[in-house]
Each structure stands twice: as structure tokens, then as C-alpha cells.
T-cell receptor
Framework: EDQVTQSPEALRLQEGESSSLNCSYT??????LFWYRQDPGKGPEFLFTLYSAGEEKEKERLKATLTKKESFLHITAPKPEDSATYLCAEDTGRRALTFGSGTRLQVQP | DADVTQTPRNRITKTGKRIMLECSQTKGHDRMYWYRQDPGLGLRLIYY???????NKGEISDGYSVSRQAQAKFSLSLESAIPNQTALYFCATSDPSLRDGYTFGSGTRLTVV
């Protein structure tokens, strides 16, 4: 059964305090690992897709990395506008994306 | 205009009523999806459709049905709404490559009283 686990559930940072979010995925048959950002009351917004171990992608203060069993979303020097819920999802080709429950990030000024 | 439009944005309905949530997309993609989101449970797949004639159940399809009226339209129905179907519902679309992931609508907040 496809399963995606995210940790921590919630994270509170001070502005400028870097940290990482974790996503563990179903190891066998991974075709793609996706990261999304979701603001309250809105639909998830696509950030990155990673396909193979060792791959990295960056966008502004965010960098996503992929190992053979997990993915990390690194947030460097975050700002209050980075506050959101971050979701990861996996594609194993079996049907549709399976999502984790998300990490709620709050960045305080 | 948004790439994926969901209507209504908010709806309060009574237990036992039939309700339809509508979704339309302008991306020109064949694939469309319905997910529900509950606090602490993330997004769970209800139904998905890879083209107009291909409709599949997701992990939580009981109590729901769908209709794919055209490539651009995919509606979700609750035949007899119950309170534990209170949730945020999202429609999404993608191309088969998933290169840009899913494009989501803004969601429908449904409350069943």
C-alpha cells in the first residue's frame, strides 16, 4: 500500500532560522516525488518534482532533495510569507498521487 | 480565469440531501481527480478519471459518485449527505507526464448539518 509520512506535523521558526521538513515515501516503484505549498483556504500549489535519488531542485529559499527512502524540503533563512502547509506526494504509477498529511510551517517575524 | 474552477466555494446542506460539486478546467488535460481534505488527514483520493470513458474509484469512494461530462468537466455527487462528509473538497487536473504535477482548484468547503 502506498504511504507517505511527513514530519514534523507543525514547525514554528523565527525569521531567518533555517530548517528542514521530512517526507518518507513508498520505496518500491517510485516514479516521482512532489512538493506542494498550501495556503489557508486555497488549493495546493505545485513546487517541485523529483525523480531519482540525488536530485535537487531550488526555488527562492526552498530546496528539495531526494534520497532512496525520503525527501527533504530545506528552507533557508525563511520569511513570514513562507508560512504555509507544505505537502509531499508520491507517484508510483498505480493510480493517482498519494499525499502526506503535511507540515504546517509558521515563521514569526 | 482560473485554470481549474470549482463551484460552489462554500455549501451548507442537511443530512440526507443530494448535492453536486462541479469542476471545470481549461488546461486541456485528460486527467482529472477529486480529493477531500480533513484536518490531520491530508488529501485523500475519492475518484479519478484518465479520460472521458475511464473513471476509477479512489481509496474513499463510498457515499460518492462522479460524472465526467466532457474532457473539461468532472462533477462529484454526494447521493445522501452525512455529517462525516463535512470537509474541504478539491478537484485537480494533470497531463499524463505529471511534469508539472497537479493543478488544483480553490476548493469547496462543504458542511453537512
Amino acid at each position: 500500500e502506498d504511504q507517505v509520512t511527513q514530519s514534523p506535523e507543525a514547525l514554528r521558526l523565527q525569521e531567518g532560522e533555517s530548517s528542514s521538513l521530512n517526507c518518507s515515501y513508498t520505496v518500491s516503484g517510485l516514479r516521482g516525488l512532489f512538493w506542494y505549498r498550501q495556503d489557508p483556504g486555497k488549493g495546493p500549489e505545485f513546487l517541485f518534482t523529483l525523480y531519482s535519488a540525488g536530485e535537487e531542485k531550488e526555488k527562492e529559499r526552498l530546496k528539495a532533495t531526494l534520497t532512496k527512502k525520503e525527501s527533504f524540503l530545506h528552507i533557508t533563512a525563511p520569511k513570514p510569507e513562507d508560512s504555509a502547509t507544505y505537502l509531499c506526494a508520491e507517484d508510483t504509477g498505480r493510480r493517482a498521487l498519494t499525499f502526506g498529511s503535511g507540515t504546517r510551517l509558521q515563521v514569526q517575524p | 480565469d482560473a485554470d481549474v474552477t470549482q463551484t460552489p466555494r462554500n455549501r451548507i446542506t442537511k443530512t440526507g440531501k443530494r448535492i453536486m460539486l462541479e469542476c471545470s478546467q481549461t488546461k486541456g488535460h485528460d486527467r482529472m481527480y477529486w480529493y477531500r481534505q480533513d484536518p490531520g488527514l491530508g488529501l485523500r483520493l475519492i475518484y479519478y478519471s484518465f479520460d472521458v470513458k475511464d473513471i476509477n474509484k479512489g481509496e474513499i469512494s463510498d457515499g460518492y459518485s462522479v460524472s465526467r461530462q466532457a474532457q473539461a468537466k468532472f462533477s462529484l455527487s454526494l447521493e445522501s449527505a452525512i455529517p462525516n462528509q463535512t470537509a474541504l473538497y478539491f478537484c485537480a487536473t494533470s497531463d499524463p507526464s505529471l511534469r508539472d504535477g497537479y493543478t488544483f482548484g480553490s476548493g469547496t468547503r462543504l458542511t453537512v448539518v
